[in-house]
């Protein structure tokens, strides 16, 4: 049985993620209206969002040390302040340069505010409740992106887009208040020296393809500046993950890449989160760009890739436990597959019940696979490393989630010219019809790669009897370990 205090955390967690999705996906629905007042391309306005994302990837690892060395109260506190402050500095930017700036300072508190939080939940609960556990942290926060469309085209609308920002100050009075009395004052020890080569090598890369991003959602990136710029981050990374693999003491600790399970789920996952990150981000700009439909009318048919998103939660828990992780994710991944090729086909006379149903499906393929991916990856991780592998999810995961919008761009501008390579005469739809394309096909490459996952793989975290022998241990434990990271 989940305890009341752990379970009143995970609903602190909640709401705080809640802040954080409600934060991240507002702005996609509002992107047209803030180019216009800030008189930049809607493009150029993702990296509002990716420049937020991507501060979340870099400083997630900082998280796990900062824990160890000044408790789980104090980061968590500061974390709240600095995300609501950042918020309310978001609203009075004047310039695309300060909304940015802001909005890394933001991520800065986002950084530490949902990885701790997930920390506090996971670390100390049973496999049995894991599913449970994490279901109370991920299903109030999806309620964020269900009213984040409609919510984004109504303030847009009938007010300013400023207010988007400021919707975060009384959310967060309201969860330093609880946190103040719920979080206790425990987890501080003695960590040990800081990885700086890691974290200067990390923080560069990433840094690096923060701005490569920003270039290639200009309207006429410089290709030589944007070719030199990846091809640094990328080596940075490289060199990053060369150190990291070797050195005692890593920011992050990829010896948790050995558990089979959590390893496929890394990259698989990785993968998916450029799918469901982009499709959100390209539909209110078709809608808006090429169908000529109102904020509000673009935000309510988005809605319900989130609404599908919330409605499968409830019945996840039980396809879980009677057909497994496996199952389950190859048949979410090959939905999300057909919905994206069914977005490719539309148009603005298709009809509007068409495209919500296809919206519909995607947030159902999202939230099914996104629960397998978060839980299976971590049933097999002993309750030692689970802080190491905890802080290595979520920083792959905020590093995708960034990364999808600038994908979102790469696959609009790749788009055009591929578009003008297919019979008949491309229009503006065109490119982005190619894109849902291409995003299609990396979701199938996911569904193949789940294929790979062992038929057991979490059977631990189901509340079913797996095996009646007491010393069954996980299939996937005895494969061998990846070279490279002894």
Known sequence: MILKRQRNTALLVAGCFFMEMLDGTIVTTASPRIGRSLHVPATQVGLVITAYLLTLAVLIP??????????????????????????????????????????????????????????????????????????????????????????GGLITTYASWHWLFLINAPLGVIAFAVAWRLVENAGAITPPPLDWAGVLLTCAGLGGLTYTASLVSRAAPRPAETIAF????????????????????????????RVPTFRLTQTGGFLYWFVVGAGPFLLPLLFQTQFGWSPVKS???????????????????????????????????????????????????????????????????????????????????????????????????????????????????????????LPGTPTGETAYSVAFVLLAVIAVAVTVQALRLHPQAGDVARNRVVDQREDVQPALALEPEPPGLA
Request: hydrophobic content about 55%; overall charge positive.
């Open 62 to 151: 900082l998280s796990g040390w900062l824990t160890r060395r000044f408790g789980n109260r104090a980061v968590f506190l500061s974390a709240i302040v600095i995300f609501t402050a950042a918020s309310v500095a978001c609203a009075s930017s004047i310039s695309l340069g300060e909304l940015v700036a802001m909005r890394v300072l933001q991520g800065a508190g986002g950084a530490m505010m949902v990885p701790v939080g997930r920390n506090m939940v996971v670390s100390g609960a049973d496999k049995r409740d894991l599913v449970r556990i994490m279901s109370y942290v991920v299903w109030p926060g999806l309620i964020a992106p269900v009213i984040a469309p409609l919510a």
């Open 230 to 257: 990846a091809v640094v981050s990328v080596a940075l990374l490289c060199g990053a993950g060369w150190h990291l693999s070797r050195t005692p003491h890593p920011l992050l600790n990829l010896r948790t890449l």
């Open 299 to 421: 935000g309510a048919v988005t809605a319900f890739i989130f609404v599908g998103n919330v409605g499968i939660k409830p019945a996840t828990t039980p396809l879980i436990n009677r057909f497994g992780f496996r199952p389950l994710l190859v048949a979410s991944t090959g939905c999300m597959a057909l919905a994206m090729a069914g977005l490719a086909l539309i148009s603005a006379s298709t009809p509007l019940v068409v495209i919500a149903a296809l919206a519909l499906v995607s947030g159902v393929a999202r939230s099914a696979a996104l629960t397998v991916y978060n839980t299976v990856g971590m049933a097999e991780i002993a309750p030692t490393q689970m802080r190491d592998a905890n802080t290595l999810a979520a920083t792959t995961t905020q590093l995708a989630s960034g990364l999808s919008i600038a994908a979102a761009t790469i696959a609009l501008r790749i788009g055009g010219p591929l578009g003008r390579l």
